[in-house]
């Protein structure tokens, strides 16, 4: 299964795969149905989930449903234990939208939703984010997740999610990093794909965040929340849900 699944991962896209999750779903649930795990997001259980990564591979990290990997089942359970998301009526830019979270935000009535990216042909908006095409104060909450390893200029990019969100808005900006790491590690001019790998964990990253990685928010003018909210869960429940013990999830805000 390691190897089927990392061949999946290295060979078909992402966006692919999760299309695929979908028309496959039925079959999926009936041949992973069990006990063992709950994907709270789809809210069915399973007998495993499946390994994930590129390099070395995660164990039970990708759940067969929904093809949610720790970080997404971790911001689920924040937004549905912590947060009104799921009733009051918000305004929200989501930019490079994980797809299972733009099919299921798109049809909550409670929520004004625009996704945005520059490449994806399934947003509703085509937008560099070094540069948005929305007035100041436009939004109440933004997510932005492992999007901003990719950009170079990434306090361009912070500054312009800081214009467009509302004073007393908040949002999520999930980014690889490593928690031993101090400073961020950054090199731009390596530039091959493989060297990126090497370096950065993937082919198309230009760094690892290290903790400074909140730093470069405050810069940007954010509050910033170091939450590592998995830990409010018990071993049993990180163990059923499928999440990382000591990932961040950094929640931040706008006064």
Same mark, same amino acid.
């Given at each position: 299964?390691?190897?089927?699944?990392?061949?999946?991962?290295?060979?078909?896209?992402?966006?692919?795969?999760?299309?695929?999750?979908?028309?496959?779903?039925?079959?999926?649930?009936?041949?992973?149905?069990?006990?063992?795990?709950?994907?709270?997001?789809?809210?069915?259980?399973?007998?495993?989930?499946?390994?994930?990564?590129?390099?070395?591979?995660?164990?039970?990290?990708?759940?067969?449903?929904?093809?949610?990997?720790?970080?997404?089942?971790?911001?689920?359970?924040?937004?549905?234990?912590?947060?009104?998301?799921?009733?009051?009526?918000?305004?929200?830019?989501?930019?490079?939208?994980?797809?299972?979270?733009?099919?299921?935000?798109?049809?909550?009535?409670?929520?004004?939703?625009?996704?945005?990216?520059?490449?994806?042909?399934?947003?509703?908006?085509?937008?560099?984010? /070094? =540069?948005?095409?929305? #007035? $100041?104060? !436009?939004?109440?909450?933004?997510?932005?997740?492992?999007?901003?390893?990719?950009?170079? %200029?990434?306090?361009?990019?912070?500054?312009?999610?800081?214009?467009?969100?509302?004073?007393?808005?908040?949002?999520?900006?999930?980014?690889?990093?490593?928690?031993? /790491? =101090?400073?961020?590690? #950054? $090199?731009? !001019?390596?530039?091959?794909?493989?060297?990126?790998?090497?370096?950065?964990?993937?082919? %198309?990253?230009?760094?690892?965040?290290?903790?400074?990685?909140?730093?470069?928010?405050?810069?940007?003018?954010?509050?910033?929340?170091?939450?590592?909210?998995?830990?409010?869960?018990?071993?049993? #429940?990180?163990?059923?849900?499928?999440?990382?013990?000591?990932?961040?999830?950094?929640?931040?805000?706008?006064?």
């Amino acid at each position: 299964m390691k190897k089927i699944t990392k061949f999946l991962l290295n060979t078909i896209p992402r966006p692919v795969l999760i299309h695929l999750s979908v028309l496959l779903r039925p079959l999926i649930y009936l041949f992973f149905k069990g006990t063992t795990f709950t994907d709270p997001i789809d809210g069915k259980s399973y007998r495993k989930f499946l390994p994930y990564g590129y390099g070395k591979q995660r164990e039970n990290a990708l759940s067969p449903g929904t093809l949610s990997l720790e970080r997404h089942r971790q911001m689920w359970l924040y937004l549905q234990n912590e947060t009104d998301f799921f009733t009051k009526n918000y305004k929200v830019l989501h930019i490079a939208p994980e797809q299972e979270f733009l099919r299921k935000f798109k049809k909550m009535k409670n929520l004004d939703y625009i996704s945005a990216d520059l490449y994806s042909p399934i947003v509703d908006v085509k937008a560099d984010i /070094l =540069e948005l095409p929305f #007035e $100041d104060e !436009s939004f109440d909450i933004v997510f932005c997740n492992h999007v901003l390893e990719h950009i170079e %200029d990434d306090g361009k990019a912070m500054s312009e999610l800081f214009r467009v969100m509302k004073s007393g808005g908040w949002g999520i900006f999930q980014v690889p990093m490593k928690n031993s /790491l =101090e400073k961020t590690y #950054e $090199d731009f !001019s390596i530039k091959d794909p493989k060297e990126k790998q090497k370096h950065f964990g993937q082919y %198309d990253h230009v760094r690892w965040y290290g903790m400074d990685y909140f730093d470069r928010l405050k810069i940007a003018g954010f509050e910033v929340d170091i939450n590592f909210y998995s830990k409010q869960f018990s071993t049993e #429940e990180r163990k059923k849900f499928g999440l990382m013990e000591n990932e961040i999830l950094p929640v931040i805000s706008k006064k």
